[in-house]
Structures are given as C-alpha cells and as structure tokens.
C-alpha cells in the first residue's frame, strides 16, 4: 500500500493517509513513513485507537530505544509506571482533574514554553509520537515550528557566528522561569547537558537550530549575552511563517522530529476540562549523537 502524505503548512508537516499503525510490522511502510519525517518534521495520523502498549511497541518498531530520563521521574514516578510513557495529561492517578495548586499541574505548564523533548538528557529525545485519548471539548492545541527552515532564512553572518557555539539545557531551567522551586534532591538529578546550536539531519543534510526553553546559556558566551543570543533565536524561530497549529482529534497520533521542530501547547481551561495524551520519545542515537559532538555538562 502506497502512503499519501497532505502538506498540513507550506514549509514542513503533513497528515498521512489512512494507516493502522497499531498493525504496522511492514519495513518498506516504515520506511516510507521514516522518509515522510525527513521531509515534513511532523506527521499527523487519525485514527489511531492506541493502548499503551501498542504506542510503546510502534515506537520502538519505528526507530529503536525510547526516551525514559524524564524530567518529571525526578518529582515522583508516573500514574502509568513506566517512565518511557509520559504523562501529557491534566488527571491525577484516580483519573481526576488536576487542582489549580497541584504541583505536577506547574510542572507541566512549562510544557506552554516553546521546547524540544529530552534535549535536557544524553542521548537526547528523535522522535516524540504523542497519543491523543481524551480530548476537551474547547481548542486545546499544540504548536510546531519548523526549525529548519528558521536556521535557512538566518543571516549568512548569525550562521557562522553560532556554527560552533553551544548551549546547556536543562529541564529545571524552564521550570525556574516560570518560578517552579525543586528541592535540592530533585535539583541534583536534573543537572542537564551541552548541546551544539545547530544540528544536522545526517540522511538529509538538512541543518536546523536546536533550541528549547530549556536552554540556560551559550557555553562559550558571558550568560546575559548568551541568552540574549537564545531569546533572540527562539524569537526569529517561531514567528508565524514557522508555525503548524495542530488542532487534536480523539485518537490521532502526531509524531514529530525534535532534531528538527520546536513545540508548545496551548492555554485552555485545564482545570475545567480533562485532556489526556501519551508521549514516547525515542532516542537520538548512532551516527546522529557522534555527529552533533554533544559533551556532558561540566557542572
Ligand atoms: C509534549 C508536549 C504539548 C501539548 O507532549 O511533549 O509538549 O500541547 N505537549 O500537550
Ligand atoms: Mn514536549
């Protein structure tokens, strides 16, 4: 079976023609579905009745080992117990709504923040395949901004001044901005790493900024320059020419390419609406980690 792909935004995403995914064991259809994320960044399938066991087995038979050093393992283990599932809900274990003081609800608000996933960890997060199970009646969207197509249009100039530069990323840095305190504990397992600015797609060629509100300075740069330099960057990097809004159906899969792609969520009533989605994140691996020299962080 031939897969379509629909541009969803003239410069990246698409959605995928009908495909059971849960199914999906054939290498040349997860092959052309590979291809699919080298061209658009985010592809969008509807449709896709997952349990959670099948997200985590499609996941794996897409692109290998998955993501489990979330940021969110340092506060408490997950409702599901099991760290490569992440929680992208407003419920608590009982399935209830999240309180308006509850402190894993402020965590996940950073999650409005324009970021990558697991750029905070070595090997840091590929691919982020997002499971829609409940979905509030009002927009509750989710944003993606094409971060290849934001480093293309930079100055020849800013190219070569941030070639070599690199930034630390960690998951309290975006907390911290939005004045999530950690316990010392806690602050101690989330020390973050060094990643390059710009990364390069090694089947493409394709460059793109690596960039996230996890990012806390330029490693090279004084700190207030440095994250000047970061501020501005996001900045350019997410203006409205970037930017796909995905507006989520119950049931749709949205896998996205956190080498390539930025995202955000959206402000709704969360603590009047349940909204419950599931996250797996593979790792970047191989060729890609060697190529993009990513050090560990010196403090
Ligand atoms: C994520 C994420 C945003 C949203 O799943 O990694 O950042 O809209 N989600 O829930
Ligand atoms: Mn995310």
């Not at 999240?98 to 608000?109: E, K, N, T």
């Amino acid at each position: 079976m031939d897969l379509s792909f629909r541009p969803l935004h003239p410069l990246f995403a698409a959605e995928v023609s009908p495909v059971d995914l849960r199914t999906t064991e054939s290498p040349a259809l997860l092959e052309a579905i590979r291809a699919g994320m080298h061209q658009y960044g985010v592809l969008v399938f509807r449709d896709q009745p997952f349990t959670d066991d099948e997200q985590l087995a499609f996941a794996e038979r897409f692109d290998g080992a998955l993501h489990a050093k979330t940021g969110a393992a340092a506060l408490g283990g997950n409702r599901f117990g099991n760290e490569a599932l992440a929680d992208i809900s407003n419920l608590d274990e009982n399935g209830e709504l999240l309180a308006a003081d509850d402190r894993r609800r402020h965590y996940g608000l950073a999650n409005r923040l324009w970021h990558t996933d697991a750029s905070f960890v070595e090997p840091s997060g590929r691919y982020s395949l997002l499971s829609a199970r409940a979905i509030p009646p009002v927009a509750a969207d989710t944003e993606f901004a094409d971060m290849r197509a934001a480093y293309d249009d930079l100055s020849p100039e800013l190219k070569e001044t941030i070639e070599s530069l690199r930034a630390h990323h960690s998951i309290a840095h975006s907390r911290q901005v939005l004045g999530f305190e950690f316990a010392p504990e806690e602050a101690e397992k989330l020390k973050g790493v060094i990643q390059p600015l710009v990364r390069t797609n090694p089947v493409t060629g394709r460059r793109a900024l690596y960039l996230a509100s996890h990012a806390s300075r330029i490693v090279e740069w004084p700190v207030p320059e440095g994250r000047l330099l970061l501020q501005e960057l996001i900045e350019h990097a997410t203006q409205r020419q970037y930017v796909y809004r995905h507006h989520w159906r119950a049931e749709d899969l949205v896998i996205w390419d956190n080498l390539a792609t930025m995202h955000r969520g959206r402000p709704f009533a969360d603590t009047k609406y349940r909204r419950d989605l599931r996250r797996v994140t593979t790792l970047a691996r191989g060729s890609l980690t060697g190529l993009c020299a990513v050090q560990p962080a010196r403090e």
